[in-house]
Nanobody
Framework: QVQLVESGGGLVQAGGSLRLSCAASGRIFATNPMGWFRQPPGKERELVAVIRTSGTPYHANSVKGRFTISRDNANNTVYLQMNSLKPEDTAVYYC???????????????WGQGTQVTVSS
């Protein structure tokens, strides 16, 4: 049973923008912080951003000022707006949901299938 579905990945030139979307089941979305991880080629997965049910966001230092996480509670969707993209942002991006502190341990309860983002130089 698929509960998190990402979309919006693709190929973009450096300096460009993309917006990722993650549609979640209502049960998951209403009661959980939601966030995004990414896994660059040959590297470990890393936390990118988290947003609490209240709307309070957290962004990793590597993306602060360039990426913005948001959530649409009416449509059970979380977004990641990515601006000023760099080649080092190339990764598979995963949507996730779960307890807030577990995001920082990479131990979320719910995961999407991932969407590829490739930034060319």
């Amino acid at each position: 049973q698929v509960q998190l579905v990402e979309s919006g990945g693709g190929l973009v030139q450096a300096g460009g923008s993309l917006r990722l979307s993650c549609a979640a089941s209502g049960r998951i979305f209403a009661t959980n912080p939601m966030g995004w991880f990414r896994q660059p080629p040959g590297k470990e997965r890393e936390l990118v951003a988290v947003i609490r049910t209240s709307g309070t966001p957290y962004h990793a230092n590597s993306v602060k000022g360039r990426f913005t996480i948001s959530r649409d509670n009416a449509n059970n969707t979380v977004y990641l707006q990515m601006n000023s993209l760099k080649p080092e942002d190339t990764a598979v991006y995963y949507c996730a949901g779960g307890t807030y502190y577990r995001f920082f341990r990479g131990q979320c309860d719910y995961w999407g299938q991932g969407t590829q983002v490739t930034v060319s130089s």
